[in-house]
């Protein structure tokens, strides 16, 4: 009996360890979706975003340029934890739903950040795909409240949009 349970335990560990090494939360980010972790010595730019007890972002609404690296500096000017996390509307969904089951959940993924009041921390993200990639607090009640914003990817332009009609020469 014993060991027919064990056989049964054993996958089911490996099956967790592999999940939770991953990052996913359980949860299945995938973070590609949005770009990839980026790094230090490509940032074209910084942009400060403020996180407050009123539930909102100082910069809600970004625009990127597909393929840019972004340094964000999360700043908490308020009293409680605020959280900056980067993903589409589904995962944040997904993610802010376990948060309220766990609460005290720390994260180290590239695409999110945890600001204790009066701390400040970074994402530094490449956007490698034109589209909305959406931003939020997952605290527990923050998400609800309103705390979310929209970073606007631009796609890259091509050869052939680059070109305006007189371009041309027959």
């Not at 993200?125 to 589209?131: D, E, H, L, R, V």
Request: glycine share 10%; hydrophobic share 40%; aromatic share 6%.
């Amino acid at each position: 009996m014993k060991t027919r349970h064990l056989l049964l335990t054993v996958p089911a560990l490996f099956a967790a360890f592999s999940v939770y090494a991953s990052g996913t939360h359980a949860g299945g980010h995938d973070a590609q979706s949005i770009g990839v972790p980026g790094v230090a010595a490509n940032v074209s730019r910084t942009i400060n975003v403020e996180m407050t007890d009123d539930m909102r972002f100082s910069a809600a609404k970004i625009d990127a340029k597909q393929g840019e690296t972004i340094r964000f500096i999360a700043k908490n000017n308020g009293k409680v934890k605020h959280e900056m996390v980067l993903g589409s509307e589904k995962e944040l969904k997904e993610h802010y739903e376990l948060m309220k089951k766990n609460p005290e959940m720390e994260h180290a993924d590239a695409n999110m950040v945890s600001v204790a009041p009066g701390q400040s921390g970074e994402i530094i993200w490449q956007f490698t795909k034109a589209g909305r990639v959406d931003f939020a607090c997952l605290q527990p009640g923050h998400y609800d409240a309103g705390m979310k914003g929209l970073v606007n990817v631009a796609g890259k332009k091509t050869k052939s949009t680059a070109h305006s009609a007189g371009d041309h020469t027959h």
